[in-house]
């Protein structure tokens, strides 16, 4: 496990690291203009594809279907409905790319319905320069799915940094045009790094795939469970889909620079929710999709993995929440405080942040138990669940950004906020319908309370020491260096008190980089 979640993670970690380059570039440019809010918005529309049909929803239909065939040996026929997939992929990615070009108008009037004039038809270019990119990245995913099942997870994780360099590339060197202009350049970046992001894995797909060939054949072997679980992934990717364009909704009808906020919390927000929750939950699929022997054995098999892999979550993303909330102000600034986005900006997206991070331990959990359903084939479980979760959300949502700031008598901009807010209490009951659901079919599972509080302590107390250090320092102090400064001390601190608290995952990190430093 640990293993596998490292080349998953470390694949993650340049992705997202570059990313966070190209967001702190982007920030540099557009900080919270309305040329930023257009390019942001614009993206939320092909996005849609990406999510309905790319990574999540493959691993959920896929590969276990997929890599239980390898399992039994069946490569051949693994092989066959391989072919399939993609050829149905292509061609579904094809139409709805015509489609989505001729109809982005309308799509902007449900996404953006508060934009106007100028902003509102740079989101239409800028949409139907997207499409295409988005379609090109659905087809990564396909390779994503068949280098996994076969355990080649660091490629195509760290792919996504190539779709990074090139929008980067695309910044500075068109950056002293207008920011309208810039913005186009910007788009036509990303569909050049979505055309790379698909080259760079495609080789090594098909090496592995052997003699593959297009077939609409939807009845070979394995096709028919995939495309009926593929069904209700793509529903529960769409519920999410509309939570997320409800939000954007709201945040289009707040002051300027809401949208764009959203955007940059949610930015720093994914990185440990794709570093520690996904790492895990992506290496075990395969895992626990090959699960073989008696009932009892199989149910035994999952939840000693579910176990460990919660802890293993747990141990990472606590304290990034902890971190969040008590240095986040140095974190936003580390990444986005340059050129146009100023230190307000810094302080607004940090509130932002502090919202989302209340569901961070519940959304990175929920995927490892997401995760233990498709590997049983199971992918209505997660669809009622994430339909209850994205209902309360949108109701709660709605609520807090729309009427509570004026209930409490604070600024229409702390609506944004409380839809952070919203979304993480939705979250929190999306997780435990998921293990209560998953502990009644097949045994008990969850973190002991005595871990948890011992965990929570340590990361408290290290980021606590660390933002006193920081806030100490002297505002000339450049905020980077300040933000280094603070998580080297959070970092030192939180792993010494897990270590002297004998907490396992604190003990396997060191082990493991004691082993191969002595190698070495």
């Known amino acids: 496990m640990a293993s596998n979640a490292f080349l998953v993670g470390a694949g993650i970690a340049l992705s997202r690291l570059s990313g966070l380059v190209r967001e702190r570039v982007f920030a540099h440019y557009f900080g919270n203009s309305d040329a930023g809010d257009a ?71 449900l996404i953006a319905p508060g934009f106007h004039g100028e902003k509102r038809q740079l989101t239409i270019d800028i949409v139907r320069i997207l499409f295409p990119g988005t379609a090109l990245l659905v087809m990564s995913a396909w390779c994503l799915g068949i280098l996994n099942s076969h355990r080649r997870f660091f490629l195509s994780y760290a792919a996504p940094v190539i779709w990074n360099v090139a929008i980067i590339a695309a910044m500075l060197m068109f950056g002293g045009v207008s920011l309208p202009t810039l913005a186009i350049y910007t788009a036509w970046g990303l569909v050049a790094g979505s055309l790379l992001q698909l080259l760079v894995q495609l080789p090594s797909a098909l090496r592995l795939l052997g003699r593959v060939r297009p077939s609409l054949n939807v009845r070979t072997s394995g096709a028919p469970s995939v495309l009926r ?44 929710v794709s570093l520690f929750g996904m790492s895990v939950s992506a290496s ?58 100023g230190n307000d900006d ?78 993480s209490i939705a979250a929190w009951i999306e997780f435990a319908l998921l293990r209560r659901r998953f502990n009644h079919r097949v045994g008990l599972t969850g973190m002991h309370r005595a871990y948890q509080m011992k965990v929570w302590f340590a990361a408290l107390l290290a980021c606590g020491v660390a933002a006193l250090v920081a806030y100490s320092l002297p505002l000339t102090l450049h905020i980077i260096l300040r933000a280094a400064i603070a998580g080297g001390i959070a970092g030192v601190l939180y792993l010494g008190v897990t270590l002297a608290l004998r907490l396992r995952p604190a003990q396997e990190l060191v082990g493991k980089v004691t082993r191969r430093l002595g190698r070495r």
């Not at 000693?304 to 141990?315: P, V």
């Not at 569901?359 to 997660?382: C, V």
């Not at 209902?391 to 839809?419: C, D, H, Q, R």
């Open 346 to 423: 810094t302080n607004s997206v940090w509130y932002v942040l502090m919202g989302a991070s209340v569901g961070l331990l519940a959304s990175t959990q929920s995927r490892l138990y997401s995760s233990a359903f498709y590997s049983l084939k199971d992918t209505r479980t997660p669809l009622r669940f994430a339909l209850v979760r994205v209902s309360f959300g949108i109701a709660m949502g709605l609520f807090l950004a729309l009427k509570g700031p004026s209930l409490l008598g604070i600024p229409p901009f702390w609506g944004t906020v409380g839809l952070t807010l919203a979304a």
């Open 229 to 272: 679980n593929f069904v209700p992934v793509v529903v529960a990717r769409g519920v999410v889909q509309i939570s997320a364009y409800i939000d954007n909704v709201i945040a289009s009808l707040l002051p300027t620079g809401a949208v764009s906020s959203l955007a940059y919390a949610q930015t720093i927000y994914l990185l440990p």
């Open 39 to 109: 390019f942001k918005a614009a993206l939320k529309i092909p996005n849609v594809l990406q999510n309905l049909f790319g990574e999540g929803v493959l691993s959920a239909s896929f590969i276990p279907v997929y890599a239980s065939k390898l399992a039994h040996g069946d490569s051949s026929e693994a092989t066959k409905l391989a072919g399939v997939l993609g050829t149905v992929l292509f061609l579904a990615m094809a139409l709805l790319s015509l489609l989505g070009v001729w109809a982005t108008p309308y799509l902007i009037d």
């Open 284 to 341: 075990e699929l395969p895992m626990l999709s090959q699960a073989k022997g008696t009932d009892e054995e199989v149910s035994n098999f999952l939840i000693t993995r579910i176990n460990r892999g919660l802890e293993q979550i747990a141990y990472f993303v606590i304290p990034s929440a902890a971190a969040f909330f008590l240095l986040g102000h140095f974190v936003v600034g580390a990444v986005f405080q340059t050129g146009n986005f």
